[in-house]
Nanobody
Framework: QVQLAESGGGLVQAGGSLTLSCKFV????????VAWFRRAPGKEREIVAA????????RYADSVKGRFTVSRNNDEKTVLLRMNRLAPADTAIYYC?????????????????WGQGTQVTVSS
């Protein structure tokens, strides 16, 4: 059974940085693409960043390109989201999600497994 646990959220001032961590529990982490989603108050959930199962392909939402970096360590079964130059618009609950897929493919929706989320609040 797959479980995901996010950590690293918190309160930060605009312009600051945070690193979120997603810990994967279960078999064969290397079969799963992993994505970070976020849901801001009053808005729909959106995909922020994602990494393929081998780590060779990465995708970012336009709103975070150049500021956020997603990385994974398959030995440690973790995925990190490094967030720099944070802005109040980045305030949201951040979720990691995993989907069993083939190499090089990053789904944009319909992920199988989800974490509980971690709150990120950016003050102005």
């Amino acid at each position: 059974q797959v479980q995901l646990a996010e950590s690293g959220g918190g309160l930060v001032q605009a312009g600051g940085s945070l690193t979120l961590s997603c810990k994967f529990v279960g078999p064969i982490f290397g079969y799963y693409a992993v994505a970070w989603f976020r849901r801001a108050p009053g808005k729909e959930r959106e995909i922020v960043a994602a990494v393929s199962r081998g780590g060779t392909v990465r995708r970012y939402a336009d709103s975070v390109k150049g500021r956020f970096t997603v990385s994974r360590n398959n030995d440690e079964k973790t995925v990190l989201l490094r967030m720099n130059r944070l802005a109040p618009a980045d305030t949201a609950i951040y979720y990691c999600a995993a989907h069993n897929t083939i190499a090089g493919v990053i789904p944009t929706r319909d992920y199988e497994h989800w974490g509980q989320g971690t709150q990120v609040t950016v003050s102005s």
